[in-house]
Each structure stands twice: as structure tokens, then as C-alpha cells.
């Protein structure tokens, strides 16, 4: 039963096009995540939501929109994608927001062409 | 922000040595995680250690808050060891539980 799960596990497609990253939790978790890691394999957290209100938005171009319908769900909306987004997107969440063990997803691999 | 540092940023090893990974923070912090990412790409927790030492297994780690560092031991590495270990700690000034990762260290274990 997988903890964190993400859909889909590879995405390519042609800049210019939107896509969407899905997550689901189901450790009864009330913050979720989602973090970036480039090609030289720094990870750098995007957003952060708690019992579905956004916490942390860290500069993130608006082109990224994350949408959390309830707290076991926290999707990535991804508008006029860019060769720059490609990258690996990481779901994650925590029981609580605050000094909490990071339970990761297995990744997203997006590819811009 | 707070800035972290690993070291050393590549390590090879033959099996069955022992390594010892580095991790330098500037500030003090209240949540610090060591991770595994195995050459598939999953991040594996491995210790939530802001001070401390812990054990598990063949691992272990210790975090001297005051002086700012975390050090993770492998003992009789193994192959299935390989991969990138990073550290990562969220500042106590915040509560959100955003964390900061370094730039990792990559072991290869040879057999």
C-alpha cells in the first residue's frame, strides 16, 4: 500500500502545453508538499499546504498552480510549460506542518521538448 | 537563509568500509532529516536527528545543534548503499515545516 503516490511517473511533452501532476496520501497526514529537483539534483521546495490552506509559496512563477481539494490530495498544475520546468517534481507530506518526518513520493519525471 | 553544506560531495568505497558524511548548517534549526535517493530516485527517510545520536542498523547519526553540524556513519557498506544522501534541516524561526536540503553527497559502493 503505497504511502505517497504520484501520477503520472513520466511526463513529456512539447513547450507551450499544460499538465498536471497528481499526489495522494493515505497516512492521514494534514500537510503536504510538493518539492523540485533539477538536473544537478538540488531540491528546492515549491509549496506547502495544511489541512488544504496554502502555507508556503516560495517564489514560484504563477505558471504553477497547486490545488489541494482535500488534505490527503495536493495536485500540480503546470500552465505554458517551459524547457526550464523539466525536472523532477517530489510529492511529500507530514503529519503536521512544523518539525515533522518527511514521508516523500517516488517523483514525477517532466520532460519539456 | 540558512545555507547548508555537505561533505564530501562524491565518496567511493569498496564494500564492507566505513564512511562518514558531513553536514554543515548556518543557523540553528529545529528539524533535521537525513535522506537516501537509491539510483531509482526514491528519497528514503532515514533519521529525523535535530540533536542527538541515533542507530539503525548499520547507520548511524549524531547532530551537535550548538556547533551546528550533523555527521551520518555507514559502517560495512554495502552495494545496495549507492546513491545520493542528503541532509536537510528547516530553521527555527518558522513553523511551517519546509526544510532545506544541501547539495548531497553521492557514494558509490564497489563490490
Known amino acids: 500500500d503505497t504511502a505517497v503516490s504520484q501520477t503520472p511517473k513520466y511526463l513529456v511533452t512539447q513547450m507551450g502545453n499544460d499538465k498536471s501532476i497528481k499526489c495522494e496520501q493515505n497516512l492521514g497526514h494534514d500537510t503536504m508538499y510538493w518539492y523540485k529537483q533539477d538536473s544537478k539534483k538540488f531540491l528546492k521546495i515549491m509549496f506547502s499546504y495544511n489541512n488544504k490552506e496554502l502555507i508556503i509559496n516560495e517564489t514560484v512563477p504563477n505558471r504553477f498552480s497547486p490545488k489541494s481539494p482535500d488534505k490527503a490530495h495536493l495536485n500540480l498544475h503546470i500552465n505554458s510549460l517551459e524547457l526550464g520546468d523539466s525536472a523532477v517534481y517530489f510529492c511529500?507530506?507530514?503529519?503536521?506542518?512544523?518539525?515533522?518526518?518527511?514521508?516523500f513520493g517516488a517523483g514525477s519525471r517532466l520532460t519539456v521538448l | 537563509g540558512i545555507q547548508v553544506e555537505q561533505s564530501p560531495p562524491d565518496l567511493i568505497l569498496q564494500e564492507g568500509a566505513n564512511s562518514t558524511l558531513r553536514c554543515n548548517f548556518s543557523?540553528?534549526?529545529?528539524?533535521l532529516q537525513w535522506f537516501h535517493q537509491n539510483p531509482w530516485g526514491q528519497l528514503i527517510n532515514l533519521f529525523y536527528i535535530p540533536s542527538g545520536t541515533k542507530q539503525n542498523g548499520r547507520l548511524s547519526a549524531t547532530t551537535v545543534a550548538t556547533e551546528r553540524y550533523s555527521l551520518l556513519y555507514i559502517s560495512s557498506s554495502q552495494t545496495t548503499d549507492s546513491g545520493v544522501y542528503f541532509c536537510a534541516v528547516g530553521d527555527s524561526s518558522g513553523n511551517t515545516g519546509k526544510l532545506i536540503f544541501g547539495q548531497g553527497t553521492t557514494l558509490q559502493v564497489k563490490p
Open positions: 511529500a507530506s507530514s503529519h503536521t506542518a512544523g518539525a515533522n518526518v518527511l514521508t
Open positions: 543557523d540553528s534549526v529545529n528539524n
